[in-house]
């Protein structure tokens, strides 16, 4: 399926649902002896978070300590109420949700913002290996709404694009400079039966159940004080809701309806007791002879997000860390998100769980040894050009220099195969008139599915694509720096 609506790339949204809150009149008089003040209307906000990804970044993480609207009286509206981790990458043509609140409608003309402790894993050019770089410096940022946000009685969504492709650049001395990049709009809720993650799908959203009523729940996101607030109701899929439990561990695939709220089409992996979800990029594959596929019982990650009940030990968010008992692991993917013949012919199991796969493992708690239960492969997102185009799939040749040539080191070198799916199981978005074509720049979303065959060793996976963008050469006009920059340096020890 093709949308050709204006290309998209989304940090930030927010979707607005009316609440009008209203002050009633004084019984007994007004002791002030004037009116009562008026009535305030406010707008619940649906907030998520997504990227442009950098083609050198395998993984980049930051603490986002503060988050607010300023509004063009001058007034701050805070969107988090507790500091967040945050990782960039695994949001690229997908936006993780961060929080559900309430504010003022009105008109905003800036949004401020402070981050700390920036740590960037990336493909590092002069050693020839992948190099962490870091900065613990406490900055703070204001980006300004040109044209200004207006929040009214009607919802909607607005996004921030952080543009990491832009943002981040390396310098002849082998650092990084992070130079913040933005651009924002507006854009409508889109029809419940068709939506996609920037007019209000919601795919895969995991948290921590904090509360459970009859027919909805509140779960947290990243951390306990950052929630928001799902209803279900029988003709929620997957799990039964009845399993839900405060502490418990789930994962929702959500839209969002006409006035802003978020309802469950599928509720999985309801896990109660002392677990924890981990997701990452399989960097370190289980050993296996030459020719022949894997089916060890390790394999290494690097961590791109966690959830986990409070106090629970868990590995931090950029941590690189091992994954054992994946040989009696359980294993799953979405099989909905393939059409029929991908769903006969793709499977998945610790046999061909290889590098440059993204996984989400259910785990006994730990920090940098961690003990799987159940492995789910999850989609990945991968820059290049289209070549070779058929009815069938397609070649994406990707940058010699990318995080994922050299970590997966495709052969021939820089050659990705992508399936094309049939029965509108891909979303091509914002290609112009004509559709995709040899040569056009996109980045493909999908799942990465590694194929072994009697006496065949395959030179990289094939990626089922679930949604594929194009991406325009960014011009001058398109954001704004609207920060001065920050140099992340090398750490000592290459990886």
């Known amino acids: ?73 001058g007034q701050t509206t805070n969107l988090l109420a507790s500091p967040m981790t945050i990782e960039l990458t695994r949001t690229a043509g997908k936006m993780q949700t961060l929080a559900q609140i309430e504010i003022p409608q009105g008109s905003y003309t800036a949004l401020n913002y402070q981050v700390s402790t920036i740590t960037i894993d990336a493909w590092d050019i002069a050693q020839q290996s992948f190099s962490t770089y870091g900065s613990s410096a406490i900055t703070p940022y204001s980006f300004p709404l040109n044209p200004a946000i207006v929040v009214g009685t009607t919802p909607q969504i607005i996004y921030l694009d952080l543009n990491l492709r832009d943002s981040i650049s390396f310098d002849n001395i082998g650092d990084i400079l992070f130079e913040p990049q933005f651009s924002a709009g507006v854009e409508s809720i889109g029809p419940v039966d068709s939506q996609i993650a920037e007019d209000g799908s919601a795919e895969d959203m995991i948290g921590v159940v904090q509360s459970v009523a009859a027919s909805s729940f509140t779960m947290s996101l990243g951390s306990g004080s950052n929630t928001v607030q799902v209803s279900f109701d029988s003709g929620t899929q997957g799990q039964s809701a009845a399993l839900l439990a405060r502490n418990a561990l789930v994962e929702v695939d959500a839209i969002t309806l006409p006035d802003g709220s978020f309802y469950a089409n599928r509720i999985d992996f309801v896990e109660s007791g002392n677990l924890a979800l981990v997701e990452g990029v399989v960097i370190d594959p289980p050993s296996h002879p030459p020719a022949l596929p894997p089916g060890g019982d390790i394999a290494g990650i690097v961590v791109q997000k966690v959830w986990a009940p409070p106090q629970t030990p868990v590995p931090n968010v950029g941590d690189w860390v091992t994954l054992t008992g994946l040989s009696t692991a359980g294993y799953t993917f979405d099989h909905d998100k393939l059409d029929s013949w991908g769903q006969g012919y793709f499977t998945f199991s610790n046999s061909n769980l290889w590098t440059g796969q993204s996984v989400l493992a259910l785990v006994n708690p730990g920090t940098n040894t961690l003990n799987v239960i159940d492995v789910k492969l999850v989609e990945i997102a991968v820059n290049g050009v289209i070549s070779g185009l058929n009815s069938q799939d397609f070649t994406l040749n990707i940058p010699a220099d990318s995080a994922y040539q050299n970590l997966v080191n495709l052969m021939p070198p820089t050659y990705l195969t992508v399936w094309d799916q049939a029965e509108n199981k891909t979303v091509w978005f914002g290609f112009p008139q004509g559709g995709p074509q040899n040569g056009m720049p996109i980045r493909v979303r999908g799942l990465a599915f590694w194929t072994w065959q009697m006496g065949y060793m395959p030179g990289g996976p094939t990626m089922v694509p679930t949604r594929i963008d194009y991406l325009p050469v960014a011009t001058a006009a398109a954001h704004a720096q609207h920060a001065l920059g920050q140099r992340l340096q090398r750490k000592p020890a290459a990886k």
Request: with cysteine; proline share 5%; net charge positive.
């Open 1 to 73: 399926m093709i949308r050709n609506n204006s290309f998209i790339r989304s940090l930030v949204v927010i979707s607005t649902a009316t609440l009008l809150l209203i002050n009633l009149p004084a019984c007994g008089g007004n002791a002030g002896g004037g009116n009562p003040p008026p009535a305030t209307a406010t707008t619940r906000m649906q907030l998520k978070l997504g990227d442009a990804e950098s083609d050198r970044i395998l993984s980049f993480t930051a603490t986002l300590d503060s988050l607010a609207l300023v509004s063009s009286s």
